[in-house]
């Protein structure tokens, strides 16, 4: 079991940057795949990037490709999404998941976080 707590959410203007951070703990963290998912009210969980337990290869939905940036530091026991150029329908609570490969559906991940809360103005 790998525990997930998920911060850096907040409020920005549409084209504003924001970096969520993942903090994890629990026994062999570097080899999980890490993953970022979103979920607005009324729509269904979304897959948004995923990285490898290497960090080697990463994953992205097509509509945050060239504006997010997933990354992890196992060092730090953690993984971030950098988020550039937010747009109002980025406007997610955005959860951070692990599991021992990478997946787009989110009922392969053995363990989420909590979920942070971002909100992107117009």
């Known amino acids: 079991q790998v525990q997930l707590v998920e911060s850096g959410g907040g409020l920005v203007q549409a084209g504003g940057s924001l970096r969520l951070t993942c903090a994890a703990s629990?026994?062999?963290?570097?080899?999980?795949?890490l993953a970022w998912f979103r979920q607005a009210p009324g729509k269904e969980r979304e897959f948004v990037a995923a990285?490898?337990?290497?960090?080697?290869?990463?994953y992205y939905a097509n509509s945050v490709k060239g504006r997010f940036t997933i990354s992890r530091d196992n060092a730090k026991d953690a993984a971030y999404l950098q988020m550039n150029n937010l747009k109002p329908e980025d406007t997610s609570v955005y959860y951070c998941?692990?599991?021992?490969?990478?997946?787009?559906?989110?009922?392969?991940?053995?363990?989420w976080g909590q979920g942070t809360q971002v909100t992107v103005s117009s």
């Open positions: 998941a692990a599991a021992v490969t990478w997946a787009y559906s989110p009922r392969q991940y053995d363990s």
């Open positions: 990285i490898t337990w290497s960090g080697g290869s990463t």
């Open positions: 629990g026994r062999t963290f570097s080899r999980y795949a």
